[in-house]
């Protein structure tokens, strides 16, 4: 466990990544949260666990959860544009029932972070 969480590994920035993601899109799909804020958010909260280690100075300490907490952030806005891709490419409602589902639906769990809706 030491070897997961300390300074110079952290979590699994994948794992990690994918949480950020999960919490983000369904937020951002449920509450119609702002994606990249709230993923921006999660990522940095989630960076803290570089805090946990007491044998690296602060100042290292502090330079490896911003560079940790950004690395998370992309890694997470990379797991959505694949799932918006994927999600576009290959719709799931056939054509005659898109109608009436896209009635009482909101926005999907993946959407995309950057463009306007």
Not at 22 to 41: E, N, R, Y
Not at 82 to 108: F, I, L, Q, W
Request: aromatic residues 12%.
């Amino acid at each position: 466990m030491g070897d997961f969480v300390n300074s110079k590994s952290m979590l699994t920035p994948a794992m990690a990544a994918l949480g950020v993601t999960m919490m983000s899109g369904v937020l951002a799909g449920q509450f119609g949260l702002p994606g990249k804020w709230t993923g921006l958010i999660f990522s940095f909260i989630l960076g803290t666990v570089v805090f946990a280690d007491r044998e690296t100075p602060i100042i290292q300490r502090a330079l490896f959860y911003v560079i940790n907490s950004l690395t998370i952030y992309t890694m997470a806005i990379g797991i959505n544009e694949a799932g918006v891709a994927a999600m576009s490419a290959h719709p799931a409602v056939p054509d005659a029932c898109r109608a009436v589902v896209e009635e009482g639906a909101g926005k999907g769990f993946f959407s995309p972070w950057f463009r306007s809706y």
